[in-house]
């Protein structure tokens, strides 16, 4: 049966079904100078009809032994998702939708700043830079639109526990003047949750405007500059700094971030990839290889999670 609903689940993502994956393109409210929209497009999340909602409005997920869970980067997600279609349209219904994500972030978030992301599909290490990073941009936000300080100390939480190195318990690699943010601390680098954790220190930073963040965020703008190269196949970008190819799907969402982040921070190379690699999307044959060598990568991988999120 497990097998089944992961077929299902890879199923629903080429055929554009998944809310695990839908189309996150460059972020259409988003501002250098002050806290705004986001910086990637989150409104399908909220307006794809496969979202799922609980009785109050809140969504959750699904893992491949059928259980209902709430998974804080799709929460998060949602939420920011919600507040950019709030500021395009003035609808209230999506500031509620919002609001009911922060709170969410608010109260599940642990004495130490952090979410357990991970627990519900049975990994040893269940926090994660990217959950760290979305939840200081949701509750940045949320402090912008309220005015209430325990959002913002809750987003100072967030980052902090973020920063601390793996070693201490946090999301942090640090190795000389270099510094890695990890989506996942018993894995390689990802590059997408990177991005995303870099935005949550960048939103925290420009809330508060203490030096402190500024210093950390500069050092993980350099390493991922530094860094970037790795995550090129030479026909395709990697979605981590092994050997794995990015799916479709985070091909283009690297391709987006990346456009981004030479508008936010004004770096040359993040705009240089993101044209090599859109040159890399429309030759045929490169995505031919990349779909062949993913799909045989998907089937041979050993996965380390006992339970895995399908929708």
């Not at 890695?180 to 925290?204: A, H, Q, R, T």
């Amino acid at each position: 049966m497990r097998t089944f609903r992961t077929i299902n689940k890879w199923i629903r993502m080429l055929n554009g079904k998944s809310i695990l994956h839908v189309t996150q393109d460059i972020g259409k409210v988003y501002s250098k100078k002050e806290v705004n929209g986001y910086y990637n497009n989150l409104t399908e999340k909220v307006l794809n009809p496969a979202a799922l909602l609980d009785e109050t409005g809140l969504v959750y997920n699904v893992t491949s032994d059928g259980k209902k869970v709430y998974f804080s980067i799709a929460i998060f997600q949602y939420g920011l998702g919600a507040y950019d279609l709030f500021i395009l349209t003035g609808c209230p219904e999506y500031k509620e939708d919002f609001m009911r994500t922060v709170e969410w972030a608010w109260k599940n978030q642990e004495q130490n700043g952090a979410w357990d992301t991970f627990s519900i599909v049975g990994t040893r290490k269940p926090y994660s830079s990217m959950a760290q990073g979305e939840g200081a941009s949701l509750l940045v936000r949320a402090y912008k639109e309220t005015g209430d300080e325990k959002y913002l100390k809750a987003a100072k939480q967030a980052v902090d526990f973020m920063c601390i190195p793996i070693a201490g318990g946090g999301c942090t690699q640090y190795l000389d003047d270099k510094l890695w943010f990890k989506e996942y601390i018993e894995k390689p680098v990802v590059l997408n949750g990177w991005i995303f954790s870099i935005w949550g220190l960048y939103d925290y930073y420009k809330a508060s405007n203490v030096e402190d963040y500024n210093k950390i965020l500069t050092k993980a703008i350099q390493t991922l500059e530094q860094e970037l190269e790795t995550f090129d196949c030479n026909y395709w970008s990697k979605y981590d700094m092994e050997n794995t190819v990015a799916s479709p799907f985070y091909h283009r969402l690297h391709i987006a971030q990346l456009k981004v982040m030479h508008e936010l921070f004004g770096c040359g190379i993040f705009l240089e990839y993101a044209k090599k690699w859109e040159k890399y999307q429309k030759n045929r044959l490169n995505c031919c290889k990349a779909f062949i060598i993913k799909a045989y990568q998907k089937i041979t991988e050993t996965k380390t999670e006992r339970i895995i999120i399908i929708r």
